[in-house]
C-alpha cells in the first residue's frame, strides 16, 4: 500500500509532466511560426539565418509528406532538423528543447522524411563542381594573390565523420585511429563554396583511393583532355600527383625551391581546411563529439546536405562560426605511394617553384 509520501511523490511528478505538457503545447499554440524569434535567437538555434531559412522551406514545403500529424508544420519540421544538426543531439534532447517540444518518436520520423527531401531538392543544385569561366578567372586571382601559385581553381581535403559502428562490413570503416568513421572527401574554392563531396567510404579507405573513385577526378581529367590546362586543384601528400592536381613535394629541404614552394602550397591550401572547420562547427553533427548513430549510408546523405545547406550559407552571407572552437577528427596518413619525378606534372610543378624562389 501507498503511504501518504509515496502518494504525494506520486502527484507530483503527475503534475509536474502535465505542466510540462501544458507549456509544450502552448509554446507550438504561441509560436507556431519561429521567425518571430529575434535574429540572434533564431540563428543560435538553428544554423541559418532568417532569409537562408525561408530559402530552404520555400524549396521543400510542397514535397514534406503529410502523414504526421497536421499540427507540425513544414516549418516546425525544418526546424527539428536542423536543430540536429547544429547541435548533434539525441533526438530526445532536440524533441525537448522549449523551442520545439516534439515527442523523441516524432523527431525521429520528422529526420527519416526531411533527410531525403533535402538530399535531392538541394544537393545536386547547391554543390556543382561546373562553374563559368569567370569563376574560374576569379578563383585562380584569389589564389594567385594569396600565394602566388598560377592557374588554381580549388583544393580538395578529407576530414573523417565518426560514426557508431555499421552492421556490415565493420573493417572497411575502422580508421588509423581506431575508431569507426567515414573519409569524407571535400573539394572548394577560394570563397569557402564546396564544389564536391564524396562521403561514400568508410574510414579505412585512403585519400588517393577515395581520389580515384570520385566525380571531381573524372571530371578535372576530361577538361583537362579538352584544352583547359589552366584550371588545378590542389592537394597535400595524401593524393597524387596529376597534371591537374598539384601536390607538395615529398623531403624538401629546408631553404630548397622545394620547401618554398610548399610554403606556397600550404598557404593556397589552408582554405579547405578552414572550410572543413567551418562546415563542422556549423553542423556539429558531424563534428565528432557525438558520433552519428546512424549506418553509413545514412551518414553518407548527412554530410551530404551539411555541405549543400553549407553553400547556402555562404550564399545568404550568414556568419561563420568561430574557427577556434574546431577540432578536427584528424587521422594522419601516409603519403601515397609512386614515383612522380621526371612526369609532365613534376615538370611543370617544377617550373612554378623555380618561378616562386
Not at 613535394?249 to 614552394?261: I, K
Request: charged share 25%.
Amino acid at each position: 500500500m501507498f503511504n501518504n509520501v509515496d502518494l504525494y511523490f506520486e502527484n507530483s511528478v503527475v503534475e509536474r509532466t502535465t505542466a510540462k505538457l501544458l507549456r509544450q503545447r502552448r509554446f507550438i499554440r504561441d509560436h507556431s511560426n519561429p521567425m518571430e524569434l529575434s535574429s540572434v535567437l533564431f540563428k543560435e538555434n538553428f544554423p541559418l539565418s532568417k532569409d537562408a531559412f525561408m530559402y530552404v522551406l520555400d524549396s521543400i514545403k510542397e514535397k514534406c509528406p503529410t502523414n504526421l500529424s497536421s499540427s507540425i508544420s513544414p516549418m516546425l519540421k525544418l526546424c527539428c532538423f536542423l536543430r540536429f544538426l547544429a547541435h548533434g543531439s539525441y533526438q530526445q534532447t532536440v524533441g525537448n528543447d522549449f523551442e520545439l517540444g516534439i515527442a523523441q518518436p516524432t523527431v525521429s520520423l520528422i529526420f527519416k522524411e526531411m533527410l531525403p527531401i533535402l538530399e535531392s531538392t538541394l544537393c545536386s543544385v547547391r554543390i556543382k563542381t561546373d562553374i563559368t569561366e569567370e569563376q574560374k578567372r576569379t578563383a585562380r586571382r584569389n589564389f594567385f594573390t594569396r600565394s602566388g601559385i598560377p592557374n588554381v581553381v580549388g583544393c580538395v581535403d578529407g576530414t573523417h565523420v565518426a560514426i557508431i559502428a555499421p552492421c556490415e562490413n565493420k573493417h572497411l570503416y575502422v580508421n588509423r585511429k581506431g575508431f569507426y568513421s567515414i573519409n569524407a572527401m571535400i573539394a572548394c574554392d577560394e570563397d569557402m563554396v564546396i564544389r564536391r563531396v564524396d562521403a561514400r567510404y568508410g574510414g579505412s579507405s585512403h585519400d588517393s583511393f577515395v581520389w580515384n573513385n570520385r566525380a571531381l577526378k573524372t571530371y578535372l581529367e576530361q577538361t583537362y583532355q579538352k584544352g583547359d590546362h589552366n584550371s588545378v586543384y590542389l592537394g597535400d601528400y595524401g593524393y597524387p600527383l596529376h597534371e591537374y592536381l598539384w601536390t607538395p613535394f615529398r623531403n624538401a629541404l629546408p631553404g630548397t625551391v622545394e620547401s618554398n614552394f610548399n610554403k606556397k602550397h600550404a598557404k593556397a591550401r589552408n582554405v579547405v581546411e578552414r572550410t572543413i572547420g567551418v562546415l563542422k562547427c556549423r553542423f556539429r553533427c558531424i563534428l565528432g563529439e557525438r558520433k552519428l548513430r546512424y549506418p553509413p549510408s545514412k551518414a553518407t546523405v548527412i554530410v551530404n546536405v551539411c555541405c549543400a545547406l553549407h553553400n547556402i550559407c555562404k550564399q545568404y552571407n550568414v556568419n561563420d562560426p568561430e574557427e577556434e572552437t574546431f577540432v578536427d577528427v584528424v587521422v594522419p596518413l601516409e603519403p601515397v605511394e609512386g614515383n612522380f619525378s621526371g612526369t609532365a606534372a613534376d615538370h611543370r610543378r617544377r617550373q612554378i617553384a623555380n618561378a616562386l624562389s
